[in-house]
């Protein structure tokens, strides 16, 4: 559930993750500790918006969506709605802030069960320690999925995304589509052809993941975290850019052309690859994937 330019979708993701592989009894402890359905309406640096419902009252399950409406389908009532910027979202998660301390000073925004915000915190704690003592939610190489097969289990979200590095949040949304859509994925391994390797230069220095769009890629292996020679793979092209520029280059902003043309974005081995990347990115993007 990685949302491009929003860093805190990270946090959904580890609800999710502790959600989906508690076994039914032990889920239905932890729905039993909250009981209360929270909604989340989550704003960017951008101004952009993406909401989340999570339901810790019922059966407990994680929904979003490009509107309140979407991500309200299928879920029970809200008890308290926060509207809270991505920034802060993290920081609370982290520990840096208190909801209570940015709900006085006007950060947080909260409708319904007042109490019920105030508790955000130790529940972030309570889910974070419980994925920490679950299984990561990747398989290792030798229970990848055969070929043909729309698992993702060589790679999760939780692998490709880094911290500072919005771009990685694009990749994810890589991996979520042609990772579980069959249909999506052999049809971009047949017009592209190629192993990319994605270099971004952000925070923390460069930053590097593979997309394997070979034909007989399979879920478990279209995109992966790490260099081409880390993965044992040999890419017909490295794309070397800032992080931002590669979030632009998605979203529309700019196209590879002008971003080779201008020196932004640099290359190794088959350029002409390159200027496949954008159709790579077009068919991937999603409803969930808003930049």
């Known amino acids: 559930m990685s949302i491009s330019g929003f860093t805190s979708s990270a946090i959904i993701d580890q609800l999710t993750h502790v959600l989906t ?11 039993s500790k909250t009981k209360a359905v929270y909604a989340f309406e989550v704003i960017n640096a951008q101004g952009k918006k993406h909401y989340f419902v999570v339901d810790l009252k019922q059966v407990g399950k994680v929904t979003d969506g490009a509107t309140e409406a979407e991500a309200a389908k299928g879920q029970p009532k809200p008890d308290i709605s926060i ?11 982290e520990g840096k802030t208190t909801a ?10 909260i409708k319904g069960n007042m ?20 299984p990561a939610p990747s398989a290792t190489p030798s229970s990848a999925p055969a070929a043909g097969s729309s698992e993702s289990g060589a790679a999760s979200a939780q692998d490709i995304v880094i911290k500072g590095y919005e771009g990685s949040l694009v990749i994810a949304q890589i991996l979520k589509v042609f990772g ?4 999506k ?22 930053k590097s993941w593979v997309l394997n769009l070979k034909p007989g890629a399979t879920g478990a292996d279209v995109v992966l975290p790490g260099t081409a020679a880390q993965n044992k793979k040999n890419a017909g092209v490295t794309l070397i850019l800032n992080d931002s520029d590669f979030v632009d280059l998605a979203s529309g902003k700019t196209t590879g052309q002008s971003a080779f043309m201008s020196g932004k974005l640099k290359s190794k081995g088959n350029v002409m690859l390159a200027l496949k990347l954008e159709s790579v990115l077009k068919a991937a993007k999603g409803p969930a994937a808003k930049l």
């Open 21 to 31: 592989s508690l076994s039914a009894e032990d889920r239905k402890k932890e729905v």
């Open 83 to 93: 509207t809270i910027s991505d920034e802060t979202f993290i920081k609370i998660s």
């Open 100 to 109: 209570a301390g940015e709900f006085m000073s006007g950060k947080v925004k």
């Open 115 to 134: 109490m019920l915000g105030m508790k955000l915190e130790p529940l972030l704690k309570r889910f974070k320690k419980l994925a920490e003592n679950l």
């Open 180 to 183: 579980s859509d069959d249909a």
């Open 185 to 206: 994925r052999n049809a971009a391994l047949k017009s592209t052809n190629a192993i990319f390797q994605i270099d971004l230069k952000g925070p923390d220095g460069v």
